[in-house]
């Protein structure tokens, strides 16, 4: 699909809140894709795309994924708009024409992260969080400027809101949410202690 199919793809899935803010994906992932290095493109396509099954009722959504054979954990099972990752992934592949295994990753993971991201991975995983239509979150200046200067200490700092946010909450805390931020917060450690060694 052209981007311009990809536009009314998206849109009669997405209410029109949802629909701005994957255009606000889509930008954003691409300026950082302009200072990280990724190829821009492919940025674009993954941010517009990410939030595309978001909309869908959280019954359908569990429905569907067992419908498409995807694998559901338990916390997904308990928490369904979880999936909206992965069947977003799916629906790229299968109704968008997308290829590229990287793009469907970054899609599915972009609301737990995962350890190890790609760049394009983390690039998606930043944008949907700091985009310029989301209301403002703690410390959103701050991971903005991070978003552009220090990626690694940027993805840390969303998961640990993240988290934080998630424990005042109450609910289930994804396992893979957990082990992303025990990995980065290793990741990042060993990374200061280089730095002051
Ligand atoms: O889809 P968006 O709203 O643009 O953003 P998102 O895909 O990051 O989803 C955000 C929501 O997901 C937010 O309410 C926090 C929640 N979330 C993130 N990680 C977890 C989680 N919810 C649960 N229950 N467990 C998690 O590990
Ligand atoms: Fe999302
Ligand atoms: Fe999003």
């Known amino acids: ?13 997405l209410t029109p809140k949802r629909y701005v803010h994957s255009i606000g994906v ?9 200072v990280h290095g990724e190829d821009v493109q492919r940025a674009r ?3 517009l795309l990410h939030d595309c099954a978001k909309c869908i009722p959280v019954e359908e959504k569990l429905k569907k994924a067992e419908k498409f054979g995807l694998p559901v954990s338990d916390c997904e099972r308990q928490n369904p708009d979880l999936l909206h990752g992965k069947l977003g992934a ?21 609301t737990t992260g995962k350890p190890e991201m790609t760049l394009l991975e983390k ?3 930043v944008a949907d969080y700091i985009e310029p239509n989301r209301r403002m979150i703690r410390e959103l200046p701050e991971i903005r400027k991070e978003a552009y200067t ?3 200490r940027c993805v840390l700092h969303i998961l640990r809101n993240t988290l934080e946010y998630l424990d005042e909450k109450d609910t ?4 893979l949410t957990q082990k992303t931020y025990d990995y980065y917060m290793r990741h990042f450690q060993a990374g200061e202690d280089m730095k002051h060694a």
Do not use: P, Q, W
């Not at 699909?1 to 899935?13: N, P």
């Open 1 to 13: 699909m052209e981007r311009e199919e990809m536009l009314i793809y998206i849109k009669k899935k």
């Open 26 to 34: 889509e930008y954003t992932a691409a300026t950082m894709a302009f």
């Open 45 to 47: 396509i993954a941010g």
């Open 90 to 110: 799916y629906y790229a592949a299968n109704k968008c024409g997308v290829s590229d295994e990287e793009i469907l990753s970054a899609i599915t993971f972009h």
């Open 123 to 125: 690039i998606i995983f």
């Open 150 to 152: 220090d990626l690694d």
């Open 172 to 175: 289930v805390i994804d396992d």
